[in-house]
């Protein structure tokens, strides 16, 4: 058993429909037992429970939160962050094949897997929904290097049979045997957890899209990640590519992968009809500003997929998106919804890459929050961890001030440690 001392911070509904949306204890007491959370609380009525010879890590004056989750990201991007190309399609051409095509060999897989993860870490997130390569042994090198640190981490093999380079092209009875294979391998394996990973609709077949459906509903525990309605020119791609569909995610639902656990990543240029259905079935929308922006893809619509009531939760989407970082990522999701025209609050930030992202992929009171039982996964952010922050925190009269000059001001500098079941994996070296 171990504790931590520090001001605590998690949420158990959404603040954006709930008034006590979250718990804070400024002097608050984390309780880990065994690789789990056993209390979380007041520091002054839980210390009197330790048992005796517990050791109490004492972190005041940091916060401490569920560590955060990004719900879609691409590993084999990480090298080729950051490259320039006007728009989405010119980008994949340039960037994306080429560097991906490199997934062959499973040794580069695993460089790049330790890396990803180690980045990851040292920015504060403990889990994530990623995408591999077309190449199962890019998904064998990177569920090998995440259970080596025991994190609880969502991957799946790229499938993709049309409309790309021959060198990253696998079939529709390939890709659905290699998918079922690494589910067999995978999921469920540790804290392993696998998705069924169609790029997205113009990259696959008719019969591709029917063999990961039918996946889908042989493994109904699986989770499924797929890209929809980024841009426009893709969007009217799709429109051309599959005619009788009434528009881009409907592709998707009429091979049955709208339900829970599916993660569609961006969800810009929805209509009300494509909200609806996302909200009836559960399956959940990953925004992706750095992305958005950096691409010039568009600008999520956050009032109207709350007036639908879809599951929200923020994702880097890195090498689209611009940082590791889940604190500029919400500096950048601040930025789409006042040009938007509407406000997205800190706390709503902070729950929806922690608690929000958890309900999205159906794993509430497994991570994403401090409640009693569920994975020990957190971090410690510290307010003072440039000058710049440490005057604008003195200056915090709020808990919603201090976290939005987090979001705002904040990076992987504001990370000092990170935790994985209970064990430290990353400490800031100062
Ligand atoms: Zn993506």
């Known amino acids: 058993m171990q504790a931590y001392r520090a001001s605590l911070l998690h949420f158990h509904e959404d603040p954006a429909f709930h008034a006590q949306a979250y718990e804070w204890h400024e002097d608050g007491l984390l309780i880990v037992d065994n690789g789990k959370v056993h209390t979380a609380g007041d520091y002054a009525t839980l210390h009197a429970t330790l048992r005796p010879n517990t050791e109490v890590h004492d972190y005041s004056g940091k916060l401490l939160l569920p560590g955060f989750i990004d719900t879609h990201v691409h590993y084999p991007q990480t090298d080729m962050i950051a490259s320039?190309?006007?728009?989405?399609?010119?980008?994949?051409?340039?960037?994306?094949?080429?560097?991906?095509?490199?997934?062959?060999?499973?040794?580069?897989?695993?460089?790049?897997?330790?890396?990803?993860?180690?980045?990851?870490?040292?920015?504060?997130?403990?889990?994530?929904?990623?995408?591999c390569t077309v190449h199962p042994q890019s998904v064998d090198a990177f569920f090998e290097a995440s259970a080596r640190r025991n994190l609880r981490m969502v991957a799946g093999?790229?499938?993709?049979?049309?409309?790309?380079?021959?060198?990253?092209?696998?079939?529709?009875?390939?890709?659905?045997?290699?998918?079922?294979?690494?589910?067999?391998?995978?999921?469920n394996k540790g804290r392993a957890l696998y998705a069924i990973t169609p790029r997205f609709a113009?990259?696959?077949?008719?019969?591709?899209?029917?063999?990961?459906?039918?996946?889908?509903?042989?493994?109904?525990?699986?989770?499924?990640?797929t890209h929809v309605s980024e841009n426009e020119d893709e969007c009217a791609w799709v429109k051309s590519l599959f005619p009788q569909s009434r528009s881009y995610i409907d592709v998707y639902d009429s091979y049955g992968m709208l339900r829970p656990r599916g993660m569609?990543?961006?969800?810009?240029?929805?209509?009300?009809?494509?909200?609806?259905?996302?909200?009836?079935?559960?399956?959940?929308?990953?925004?992706?500003?750095?992305?958005?922006?950096?691409?010039?893809?568009?600008?999520?619509?956050?009032?109207?997929?709350?007036?639908?009531?879809?599951?929200?939760?923020?994702?880097?989407?890195?090498?689209?998106?611009?940082?590791?970082?889940?604190?500029?990522?919400?500096?950048?999701?601040?930025?789409?919804?006042?040009?938007?025209?509407?406000?997205?609050?800190?706390?709503?930030?902070?729950?929806l890459a922690t608690l929000g992202a958890a309900r999205s992929m159906q794993l509430e009171g497994v991570i994403g929050s401090f409640k009693a039982g569920a994975e020990a996964d957190f971090i410690v952010i510290d307010p003072q961890a440039t000058p710049l922050l440490q005057r604008r925190a003195a200056r915090s009269e709020s808990l919603e001030e201090l976290l939005f000059?987090?979001?705002?001001?904040?990076?992987?500098?504001?990370?000092?440690?990170?935790?994985?079941?209970?064990?430290?994996?990353?400490?800031?070296?100062?």
Request: with cysteine; proline share 5%.
């Open 84 to 131: 320039p190309a006007p728009g989405l399609l010119p980008w994949l051409e340039s960037y994306t094949f080429p560097t991906e095509r490199l997934f062959d060999d499973p040794a580069h897989a695993a460089v790049v897997a330790d890396f990803f993860l180690e980045e990851l870490l040292r920015n504060g997130t403990t889990t994530d929904m990623v995408y």
């Open 202 to 225: 113009p990259t696959s077949t008719e019969q591709q899209l029917q063999l990961a459906g039918e996946l889908a509903r042989a493994y109904p525990d699986t989770f499924i990640q």
């Open 157 to 187: 093999k790229v499938m993709m049979d049309r409309n790309c380079p021959d060198f990253l092209r696998d079939t529709a009875e390939s890709s659905a045997r290699d998918t079922e294979a690494l589910i067999q391998r995978w999921h």
């Open 405 to 430: 000059a987090l979001a705002l001001l904040g990076d992987d500098r504001a990370v000092a440690a990170t935790f994985s079941a209970g064990r430290r994996l990353h400490a800031r070296s100062d």
């Open 264 to 351: 569609y990543g961006h969800c810009i240029w929805l209509n009300e009809r494509d909200r609806q259905r996302m909200a009836e079935t559960q399956a959940a929308a990953a925004i992706c500003p750095t992305s958005n922006l950096f691409l010039g893809s568009g600008l999520f619509d956050f009032p109207c997929a709350d007036a639908a009531g879809m599951l929200l939760s923020l994702a880097t989407d890195v090498g689209g998106g611009t940082s590791f970082s889940m604190l500029q990522t919400m500096n950048e999701a601040y930025k789409v919804a006042r040009l938007g025209g509407s406000y997205l609050p800190a706390l709503r930030m902070f729950y």
